[in-house]
């Protein structure tokens, strides 16, 4: 079992930054994938942004140029970092993690609100 606790989400207004982070524990060794989703109310979870544990990363198009993610393996971390946020941003933010054995882990998640 892996655990997932996100932290760093907040309000903040339309322009602004924020950084999240993921700390894992648990069975961690060989972390795959780990990954950032969204759910805004009313609509479905979706992927944000994804990175392998040789650092290769891949965006929704929405955050292009705009969300940075990073990891730690030393740490066991990935963190989110977010500049120029809009308010349509808002969400409940979720880190995922893949195991070594394959199976996929959620956090609980951290809310992020964008508003003036």
């Known amino acids: 079992q892996v655990q997932l606790v996100e932290s760093g989400g907040g309000l903040v207004q339309p322009g602004g930054s924020l950084r999240l982070s993921c700390a894992a524990s648990g069975s961690i060794v060989g972390l795959s994938t780990m990954a950032w989703y969204r759910q805004a109310p009313g609509k479905q979870r979706d992927l944000v942004a994804t990175?392998?544990?040789?650092?290769?990363?891949n965006y929704v198009d929405s955050v292009k140029g705009r969300f940075t993610i990073s990891r730690d393996n030393a740490k066991n971390t990935v963190d989110l970092q977010m500049n120029s946020l809009k308010p349509e941003d808002t969400a409940l933010y979720y880190c995922r993690a893949q195991g070594s054995a394959g199976g996929w882990y959620w956090g609980q998640g951290t809310q992020v609100t964008v508003s003036s």
């Open positions: 990175i392998t544990r040789s650092g290769s990363t």
